[in-house]
Nanobody, 115 residues
Framework: QVQLVESGGGLVQAGGSLRLSCQPSRIFLTINHMSWHRQAPGKQRELVARITSGGSTNYTDSVKGRFTISRDNAKSAVYLQMNSLKPEDTGVYYC?????????WGRGTQVTVSS
């Protein structure tokens, strides 16, 4: 069973930075797209950033200019660089990998931004 392992979450003050990593337990030959989602307390999970197989990216409006998604095709890994963090960025961050065969989710990593 494929597992996605997220890391890099933690507690940071507003204005600080964190870099999230997502590494699957196996290499995927064909990935459609990779993304990061987050779920704040009492809210629905939302898409934060997505990167396609061709390298195109899109972001939710609230993180544009502050977050950067990237990928390492050789490792099938995906990263999220988060700068200028705000308290409203607090939540559990999940990585998602969609291949031609299936969709995979990580278990999440907690990001807490203090004011």
């Amino acid at each position: 069973q494929v597992q996605l392992v997220e890391s890099g979450g933690g507690l940071v003050q507003a204005g600080g930075s964190l870099r999230l990593s997502c590494q699957p337990s196996r290499i995927f030959l064909t990935i459609n797209h990779m993304s990061w989602h987050r779920q704040a307390p009492g809210k629905q999970r939302e898409l934060v950033a997505r990167i396609t197989s061709g390298g195109s990216t899109n972001y939710t409006d609230s993180v544009k200019g502050r977050f950067t998604i990237s990928r390492d095709n050789a490792k099938s890994a995906v990263y999220l660089q988060m700068n200028s963090l705000k308290p409203e960025d607090t939540g559990v961050y999940y990585c998602n990998i969609v291949t031609i065969v299936s969709t995979y989710w990580g278990r999440g990593t907690q990001v807490t931004v203090s004011s």
